[in-house]
């Protein structure tokens, strides 16, 4: 059974720096397309960022400049480098992930969500 597995998330400062990761684990399989989304509290969950499977990488505006998504394909692993934390970058922040298996057939998959507070 594959599973997405976020970490990293955690409590800063305003102006600090959070690494998120989202691992896939289970059955053979390769990664497509990969995003992080997050969701605050009271508010629609909503993309940060995509990474293709190319590496092609897109972001949303709030975010651009500050915000890096990377890729580790040895490692199944996907990267949200967020850096000049923001209060308003307080959410959890949840992996998503189009995975294709050793059948040919692809799905997609969400993480847990992992907690991100930046203080002021």
């Known amino acids: 059974q594959v599973q997405l597995v976020e970490s990293g998330g955690g409590l800063v400062q305003a102006g600090g720096t959070l690494r998120l990761s989202c691992t896939a684990s289970g059955s053979a399989f390769s990664i497509n397309v990969a995003d992080w989304y997050r969701q605050a509290p009271g508010k629609r969950r909503e993309l940060v960022a995509t990474?293709?499977?190319?590496?092609?990488?897109n972001y949303a505006d709030s975010v651009k400049g500050r915000f890096t998504i990377s890729r580790d394909n040895a490692k199944s692993t996907v990267y949200l480098q967020m850096n000049s934390l923001k209060p308003e970058d307080t959410a959890v922040y949840y992996c998503?992930?189009?995975?294709?298996?050793?059948?040919?057939?692809?799905?997609?998959?969400w993480g847990q969500g992992t907690q991100v507070t930046v203080s002021s």
């Open positions: 998503n992930a189009v995975l294709t298996m050793g059948t040919g057939r692809s799905y997609s998959y």
């Open positions: 990474i293709g499977s190319a590496g092609i990488t």
